[in-house]
């Protein structure tokens, strides 16, 4: 953190089970990468009858000695605006801020001294983050200006226009006359182009003017060079934990109701006159954002990178691609193959952890299927761990944010070699399948409850949460990006149209990284845990009682009470989603 610490505090708590009255520093141990000691018994004994799973995973290696826990964070912050209130989540106190319509009159206190709102990009987030604020500040009838700032000659031009922001009346412009011109510069280009163009950024932008991010990459892509962001400008962060087309969809669609949206995370690394803490709180309710958690820039692109190459994106394609392979191979029809995975996980499987939490897929099931369910939750949990750890520590040690970089650097011809754009990742077998599906599905149809499918997807989204907890996250961050935006915000998307329609409407960090971890996951699950369910590997009771014991199911709880009021709607002619996704489709 910076100069803001008369704002926002940062305080580190261990654990409930290790506090004290006097302030707890961190511990040095080996432990078990897992939800208690005991667990690691049940590993070596699930390896020892497993020969598939002796050697081929470098898990026991990790496992030998981890590197010190790191304690939960826990955030304060203090709001001149705003009301803040405490939560409690599995033992711990965190701070945060309820939205809703009825805070908009609040919004030209929080944005005192702003005259003009830059909104650079228009990409995922930039149409939906435009509109949300430009509609919730003329709600209030507020004279802040709105303005979009996009490259000369950019087709996305046409499109801002077509939702209302023009030259003509000073809403729409050159980026960097808009940069130039703006009191807050929200810069939401891809992360590829803000680590090539971020000193242009920066030297535009006005002394004191208050720069916005919604994503930490920036800071991780400086952070990998020794570099921080100039001292005279504040620097804020707002992310909603979802992708932009759902933060507008949810928008609209709560107009009536004192308003709806995607939860997110607030952020303050600059504050250069004590505005920062309260001007981003207010741009967070004006997108609409049910409650609003704090975190730092640092803790966010850790676990957003991670987690949209895990359970959000990459990792929920890797399985469903495995396990619909494995039950057509085992003699299931092609579509009811896609419905036992992806119509179960996006499905019933979403709908029930939204409203009622993990425990309640499981305690739905029979007797017979729970021990189903146990299989392959024993079978997955390591595996999907063991990717999920690789994975957090290439985001954690840049390689993941250099990876971005590059890869977006191939999009244009170089070096004599031709342009590498992404390509298409639902035109296998599996996926026209879906398409047969879907357009036979009843409206309001969710699913099956396929007992094997809820195994390996509830091991894979308990590894995550359990990663994000060993490596210090609040729980609020940690299930944000765990499980609500996964269930409430991208799942629907797949249920729409498909794994396309899911990873294609979210960043270009977002899918790059799917593109490349979904591989993984799959590879893993294929050649791990199924391997070990055919050879009769026994169920780890272990790892079933820590699951059903879990504090973070009590967390879940509490953080479902503070859900959107409503659920999204995604119909499969959406328009409010990326252009070239808008065709009908099924």
Sequence with gaps: MAAATSSFSLALSEPSSLSSSKTPKPVSKTFSLGFATSVSKGLGALRATAPGFVGASALGAKMVSMPAI???????????????????????DEYIVKGGRDLFPL??????????????????????????????????KSDIVVKIGLRKGSRSFAEARSAGFTEENGTLGDIWETVSGSDLVLLLISDSAQADNYEKVFSHMKPNSILG??????????????????????????????????????????????????????????????????????????????FT????????????????????????????????????????????????????????????????????????????????????????????????????????????????????RRFYEKDGLPAFPMGKIDQTRMWKVGERVRSARPAGDLGPLYPFTAGVYVALMMAQIEILRKKGHSYSEIINESVIE???????????????????????????????????????????????????????HDLISNF???????????????????????????????????????
């Excluded at 909104?119 to 500040?137: E, K, T, Y």
Aim: proline fraction near 5%; charge should be negative.
């Design 70 to 92: 790191k304690p939960l964070t826990s955030l304060d912050f203090l709001t001149k605006v705003f009301k803040k209130e405490k939560v409690n989540l599995a033992g711990h």
């Design 107 to 140: 919004l030209p206190d929080a944005f005192k001294g702003i005259k003009q709102i830059g909104v650079i990009g228009w990409g995922s987030q930039g149409p939906a983050q435009a509109q949300n604020l430009r509609d919730s500040l003329a709600e209030v």
């Design 293 to 408: 958690f704090a975190t730092t820039l640092e803790q966010e692109y850790k676990s957003d990178i991670f987690g949209e190459r895990g359970i959000l994106l990459g990792a929920v394609h890797g399985i469903v691609e495995s396990l619909f392979r494995r039950y057509t191979e085992n003699g299931m029809s092609e579509d009811l193959a896609y419905k036992n995975t992806v119509e179960c996980i996006t499905g019933i499987i979403s709908k029930t952890i939204s409203t009622k939490g993990m425990l309640a897929v499981y305690n739905s099931l029979s007797e017979e299927a729970k021990r189903e369910f146990e299989t392959a939750y024993s079978a997955s949990y390591y595996p999907c761990m063991d990717i999920l750890y690789e994975c957090y520590e290439d985001v954690a040690s840049g390689s993941e944010i250099r990876s971005v970089v590059l890869a977006g």
């Design 213 to 290: 991010l919604s994503h930490g990459f920036l800071l991780g892509h400086l952070q990998s060079m020794g570099l921080d962001f100039p001292k005279d400008m504040s620097v804020i962060a707002v992310c909603p934990k979802g992708m932009g087309p759902s933060v507008r969809r949810l928008y609209v669609q709560g107009k009536e109701i004192n308003g709806a949206g995607i939860n997110s995370s607030f952020g303050v690394h600059q504050d250069v006159d004590g505005r920062a803490t309260d001007v981003a709180l207010g741009w967070s309710v004006a997108l609409g954002s049910p």
């Design 486 to 540: 996964s269930v409430d915000s991208l799942n629907p998307f797949m249920h729409a149209r498909g794994v396309s329609f899911m990873v294609d409407n979210c960043s270009t960090t977002a899918r790059l990284g799917s593109r490349k971890w979904a591989p993984r996951f799959d590879y893993i699950v294929t050649q791990q845990a199924l391997v070990a369910v055919d050879n009769g590997t026994p169920i780890n």
């Design 548 to 586: 059903l014991s879990d504090p973070v199911h009590g967390a879940i709880e509490v953080c479902a009470q503070l859900r959107p009021t409503v659920d999204i709607s995604v119909p499969p002619d959406a328009d409010f989603v990326r252009p070239e996704l808008r065709q009908s489709s099924n």
